[in-house]
């Protein structure tokens, strides 16, 4: 299994609603990351763990929360979102151990109305 | 603070051209680089790697050239194909986070 996978692959959410976004990987990863990216612009950093541990929070906003249960899954907890916010969130995982190259999922387009 | 860019943000090419994507960093420190290509309501997709005691890799029909002294990356991509349309983006490492460029818009006409 070569690859990450993220779910909904869409999600319409009102500002009020509380809602999250998956990331999957089974390739033994123990760096997993959360990319922003919005229309024609490169992906941004939000946050890195690190065998589970949160390393980098690149000073997003406290409405978007992290969480990595375990080495294979990571979860992004979305509350209170602002219609800003809308836009394709990824996910990447990384080997670690001297490897630099992140695999990225298919991302998950967000759209807050 | 420093960042990874482009120079141009579209490439227009004829099928069967050679491509030329050229990219330009300002951190001296970064010790690894990536090209990614990135298709319309796709993630990123890892295309060739160069390390910064490199100046030159080559893949499958595609070649990564490294000057260290200008501080230049460009990424060769030969006899390209409609497939080929995409979004390309060069990425510096800054410890374990992936700086992007700005990405450059290629079209490949039949």
């Known amino acids: 299994d070569t690859e990450v996978t993220q779910t909904p692959k869409h999600l319409v959410m009102g500002m009020t609603n509380k809602k999250s976004l998956k990331c999957e990987q089974h390739?033994?990863?123990?760096?997993m990351y959360w990319y922003k990216q919005k229309a024609k612009k490169p992906p941004e950093l939000m946050f890195v763990?690190?065998?589970?541990?949160?390393?980098i929070n690149e000073s997003v906003p406290s409405r978007f929360s992290p969480e990595c249960p375990n080495s294979s899954l990571l979860n992004l907890h979305l509350h209170a979102l602002q219609p800003e916010d809308s836009a394709l969130y990824l996910c990447?995982?990384?080997?670690?151990?001297?490897?630099?190259?992140?695999?990225f999922g298919p991302g998950t387009r967000l759209t807050v109305t | 603070g420093e960042s990874v860019g482009l120079h141009l943000p579209t490439l227009s090419v004829q099928e069967g051209d050679n491509s030329i994507i050229n990219c330009a960093y300002s951190n001296s420190a970064s010790d690894y680089f990536i090209w990614y290509k990135q298709e319309s309501g796709k993630g990123p997709q890892f295309i060739i790697d160069?390390?910064?005691?490199?100046d030159k890799r080559q893949g499958q029909r595609v070649t990564v050239l490294l000057n260290k002294t200008v501080k230049h990356l460009s990424l060769q991509i030969a006899a390209t194909q409609p497939g080929d349309s995409a979004v390309y983006f060069c990425?510096?490492?800054?410890?374990?986070?992936?700086?992007f460029g700005k990405g450059t818009t290629l079209s490949v006409s039949s």
């Open positions: 990447a995982s990384r080997l670690t151990d001297g490897a630099y190259e992140q695999y």
């Open positions: 390739m033994g990863h123990r760096a």
């Open positions: 160069i390390r910064s005691n490199m």
């Open positions: 763990y690190s065998y589970e541990k949160l390393s």
């Open positions: 990425a510096e490492t800054v410890g374990t986070a992936l700086i």
